[in-house]
């Protein structure tokens, strides 16, 4: 399939994908959660999402710790055309993803270093370097290494998570996705006055945004995430959006 395109001055519509990867969690049909389908995709249009950007709904899209029910991905144009350049596919392991995001595109360094910063042996640093050297994603120049020029993450991931009335239960669900996504959302059909003004400071302290009967309550935050984990996240969107942005689909990592 062709390249997605999209304007330069604003957010493009949003596209709605299937998920092609089925790492991350195990599916299931939870019946009630069903039910607040047009909330959660209310939510997703309300979201405000950087100008320029290519725009995909993925429902139950593969996170490194779940399955958000909606997962929407705001991808920059110039950073996806960069990423696929570097040839590599997607790369999906934690471990080789820190090694990646270590590494500099214009400082090579040595294996000594590397496995210093990380913690690692120099023989485990050397193993995730090569298997990476094969894919692309790495280089090497004389006894030192570097990241590919475009290995970067491709834009922004905001998981949303519908639930029909536990909104504890889905806030502890939004914290673990915000461990790797960039902007987290509980979406709820109703909640009741007695527990919504807490809930609106403990959803407002947190950074979590809170979605109750068609209206923001309160408007999440983009979190500031460490590099590997930004980068874990734009692989795993990548290996969901499969050829429809035109990345390879050979063996990940």
Request: glycine residues 8%; charged residues 25%.
């Amino acid at each position: 399939m062709s390249r997605p395109q999209g304007s330069g001055g604003r957010a493009s519509a949003a596209v709605e994908v299937a998920a092609a990867s089925s790492l991350g969690g195990r599916r299931f049909e939870p019946v009630q959660e069903r039910l607040v389908e047009p909330d959660l995709r209310a939510a997703a249009d309300r979201l405000r999402l950087p100008a320029g950007s290519l725009n995909f709904l993925v429902p139950e899209c593969p996170l490194p710790v779940g399955l958000p029910d909606l997962l929407v991905a705001s991808l920059d144009q110039a950073a996806l055309h960069r990423r696929l350049a570097v040839g590599a596919p997607p790369i999906l392991s934690e471990p080789a993803m820190r090694l990646v995001a270590s590494l500099s595109t214009t400082r090579p360094v040595t294996v000594d270093s590397l496995a210093g910063l990380l913690g690692l042996t120099k023989r485990q640093a050397s193993r995730v370097l090569l298997g990476l050297a094969k894919v692309g994603a790495v280089h090497r120049q004389g006894d030192r290494w570097f990241r590919a020029d475009g290995f970067e993450p491709v834009g922004r991931t905001y998981a949303l998570e519908a639930k029909v009335d536990d909104w504890r239960s889905g806030l502890d669900q939004c914290l673990r996705y915000g461990a790797y996504a960039d902007s987290t959302t509980l979406v709820l059909p109703r909640m009741s006055e007695k527990v919504r003004t807490s809930a609106v400071t403990r959803f407002s302290a947190l950074g979590v945004g809170l979605y109750v009967d068609g209206k923001w309550l309160v408007r999440p935050r983009l979190s500031r995430l460490k590099v590997p984990k930004r980068l874990l996240a734009s692989e795993y969107v990548l290996a969901a959006l499969g050829d429809t942005v035109s990345l390879s689909s050979a063996k990940r990592l």
